[in-house]
């Protein structure tokens, strides 16, 4: 059993309870625009397992040590994450190109600030973003999502709001 946090765009900004938040996970996924190396190095110092992608904001030093996709597993459940993916319906190309060959269980991304968890019917995958939990963007409340993965099973989803952007 795995448990995992999420989180995406934080723009230089990593809030404080984030760390009490992920005290129970023994993961910590980030979807893009670290928004600094800072960011990086103080998600390393908690300890856990790191899954990292760049975004379109991040500048060369967090581009050096992330990639711009991840496949990995986790448990029994294949995981795709990108910061640019769109959603359901509504994917960008390169994405939806991604996602017909390498056909994930779970799809993670960022960049809108929007957060979804939807599982998308057609191509048979749990798509999660977290939303945004920086202070910099058009979200007026600031995200991040924690969940289970125990083999195959999804489970124990929770939406974690760390109060409003500004």
Known sequence: MTRIGVIADTHGYLDPTLREHFKTCSEIWHAGDF????VIDELASWGKTLRLVHGNIDDHEVRSCTAEDLFFKCELQSVFMT?????PGRYHARAREIIGTHKPG????GHSHILKVIYDKKLKHLHINPGSCGKH????IRTAIRFTIDGKNIKDMQVIELGHRG
Do not use: R
Not at 35 to 38: C, D, K, P
Not at 137 to 140: I, V
């Open 137 to 140: 963007g058009f979200h007026q």
């Open 106 to 109: 779970i799809v993670v991304c």
């Open 83 to 87: 910061h640019i993916a769109g959603y």
């Open 35 to 38: 928004g600094g190396v800072e």
